[in-house]
Structure formats: C-alpha cells, structure tokens
Nanobody, 117 residues
C-alpha cells in the first residue's frame, strides 16, 4: 500500500485548506484511515480517523468543529477539510492506513501545513 498526501501549504489564520491522501496498491487490506500531525519538537498526534465504510469518524478535541475527514472509496482517497485554521495547527500532516487483519500501519511522506498569525 502506498499513500501520497497533497494539499498542504501556507495559509493565514482563519483560512482553510483541504488535504488529500491517495492510496494505491493492495487497498482492499485497508481498514481505518487517519490523519496525524507532528509539530516541531512534539510527538505525532492523531487528528482524525475514519472507518473503511466512512460511517464512523473521530477527531482530536483540538480540531472538533473545524476539521472534517471524509473518504471516497471509489477513488481510494481520503480528505481532511481544515477550516478556521490556527497557528497551532502548523505541523507536518501524515496520512495513515491501518491493515485490516494485521497489526501494521502504512504512512505517507507527509505534507507541511503552515498557519501564519
């Protein structure tokens, strides 16, 4: 499974960005997909996750009401719509896919999101 993120960039506080993560390869083995982020000097943290059917999502408290994760299984793409961005959202955002049957994760290369104040 290969994951490729896109959509990062520089935005002013209060602005919006949409991240995309395209998966390829043996995508049928993917169960839950998620977005994580890692700011300089901090641990990587879960931002949002979505189940394979898209019926269940969960969010970090810090992004609830501002970010929305969605999934297009026909295109093998997940999205992260980020609104009302804050400087503290600045981080490298990583796409993650969990294996359906094994304890194994796949990661993308990351995309930088920078929010200026």
């Amino acid at each position: 499974v290969q994951l490729v993120e896109s959509g990062g960039g520089l935005v002013q506080a209060g602005g919006s960005l949409r991240l995309s993560c395209a998966s390829s390869g043996s995508t049928f083995i993917i169960k839950t997909m998620a977005w994580y982020r890692q700011a300089p000097g901090k641990q990587r943290e879960l931002v949002a996750a979505i189940t394979s059917g898209g019926g269940s999502t969960n969010y970090a408290d810090s992004v609830k009401g501002r970010f929305t994760i969605s999934r297009d299984n026909a295109k093998n793409v997940i999205y992260l719509q980020m609104n009302s961005l804050k400087p503290e959202d600045t981080a490298v955002y990583y796409c993650n896919a969990a294996h359906r049957w094994l304890v194994r994760d796949y990661w993308g290369q990351g995309t930088q999101v920078t929010v200026s104040s």
